[in-house]
């Protein structure tokens, strides 16, 4: 995976980050090279057979005899870190924003429809998605609505009485928007008699191109370039009953989108390792090589305790990937509390680590070619997205009275 990034990612990053080059051929690519486009195709396959087997009637045995032979869980453990945390590890060291447009398109919009989509919606969209074959996009956040994303959600479904709905709302800062060929788009369901804030959250999938859907072109950004961010509009939208996510109004509302943000959560701490390695890394060297007052700058005390802090909050966050996938290799999952504690402390430690590089480098640490002043930005955004770090406090504290 590292060979991979140093010959296929590092020599166009600056196309990815700065030129407006798409970010879906070179991920396209690593799916292919690691075969990680079948594995995600033939994974959905037996689970779709599974479930259709299930819903013809197949007792719960028989449908068990076609599971795949399961290893045992440090296998399970091996495959979900070879196939999903080594790849964010390592591409998150040059080239965060990759991670971004991937995860969102694999994890947030293939993974809300395998898990709230209807059976004809999962095989319609959700393979394609997976396999990297096509682009999702997530639509949540609202010019008036982020942090408060439920409550002050305008964007709406309204019944079109032919058993159909009609979409009408903006999305902003949505990940992949411009390019994105699926959207699963939340938004509330207008009812007569029920008060705004209460109405029902439901949500659509959506192809690009459909009439009154527009995606803006991608925004310029403080960081992680190599994630197209935009805009969706959408006016007068109309959507057949298929494209109701679980094709029930029932079917992805507020718990839905929170087990996305859960998932996304986790993924937040593998980023930030990859960063925090490689700012480290790049710290070390310059430490050693960089010479003022007649020695090396790592002899003096001052620039110790600062790799000494990177070299604690790097262990710190590869005990809780690892706390994670032993977690997952046990059949269980981390608690809000915990996904939000962890993303949270992913997050500052990532950006404080890079503060710091930067803070090493001197000069040359604000030169966009010693790449480290690159770390700091798209180590910002970790604190923004998935939940920003107030809300994750809030979710901790949350989490933890409520379970008290
Ligand atoms: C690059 C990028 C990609 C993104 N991708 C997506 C995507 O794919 N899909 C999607 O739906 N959204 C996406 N987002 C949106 C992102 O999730 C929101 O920006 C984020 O949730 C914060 O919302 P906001 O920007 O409206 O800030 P606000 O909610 O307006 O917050 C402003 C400030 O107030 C603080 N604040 C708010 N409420 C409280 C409170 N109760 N207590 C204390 N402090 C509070 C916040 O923490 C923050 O510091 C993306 C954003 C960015 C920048």
Not at 177 to 184: K, L, W
Not at 266 to 276: F, I, K, P
Not at 301 to 328: H, P, S, Y
Not at 346 to 373: D, K, L, N, P, W
């Amino acid at each position: 995976m590292r060979d991979f990034v140093e010959k296929e990612i590092v020599p166009i990053i600056d196309d990815l980050e700065y030129n407006g080059v798409p970010p879906y051929d070179v991920l396209r690519k690593l799916f292919t090279t690691f075969g990680m486009d079948e594995l995600a195709g033939s994974n959905f396959d037996k689970q779709i057979a599974r479930e259709e087997s299930r819903a013809s009637g197949a007792s719960a045995e028989d449908s068990n005899t076609e599971k795949p032979a399961t290893g045992t869980a440090t296998e399970e453990a091996m495959d979900a870190v070879a196939m999903g945390l080594i790849p964010i590890i390592e591409i998150s060291r040059h080239c965060q924003g990759l991670i971004t447009a991937m995860g969102v398109s694999v994890g947030l919009t293939a993974g809300a429809i395998m898990s709230k989509g209807s059976l004809a919606q999962k095989k319609k969209y959700a393979r394609d998605l997976l396999t990297l074959n096509k682009v999702g996009a997530w639509a949540i956040t609202e010019p008036n609505s982020g942090s408060d994303a439920f409550g002050a959600m305008k964007a709406t479904a309204r019944r079109d009485g032919k058993g159909g709905y009609i979409l009408n709302g903006n999305k902003t800062f949505i990940t992949n928007g411009p390019f994105a060929d699926t959207i699963v788009f939340i938004c509330r369901l207008e009812e007569d008699g029920v008060e705004a804030r209460d109405r029902k959250i439901v949500s659509f999938i959506l192809d690009s191109g459909m009439e009154g859907l527009e995606q803006s072109a991608p925004f310029k950004k403080m960081g992680i370039g190599s994630s197209p961010t935009g805009e969706l509009f959408l006016s007068d939208v109309h959507a057949g009953p298929e494209r109701l996510m679980g094709e029930s109004e029932d079917g992805y509302g507020r718990s839905g989108a929170k087990t996305t943000f859960s998932a996304e959560r986790s993924g937040v701490a593998c980023m930030a390792l990859g960063l925090v390695e490689r700012a480290l890394e790049l710290s070390l060297e310059y430490a050693q090589t960089r010479v003022q007052f007649g020695e090396p700058i790592g002899n003096y005390q001052l620039i110790q305790l600062k790799l000494a802090k990177m070299e604690v909050a790097r262990l710190n966050l590869e005990n809780l990937v690892f706390r994670f996938i032993e977690t997952r290799a046990a059949g269980k999952d981390f608690s809000l509390s915990e996904a939000s504690a962890m993303k949270l402390y992913a997050a500052q430690s990532a950006m404080e680590v890079a503060t710091e590089a930067v803070q090493i480098f001197g000069g040359a640490g604000y030169m966009r070619a010693t790449r480290v002043e690159q770390l700091m930005r798209d180590a910002k955004i970790l604190q923004i997205y998935a939940g920003t770090d107030e809300m994750q406090i809030v979710a901790i504290a949350r989490d933890l009275l409520a379970n008290a």
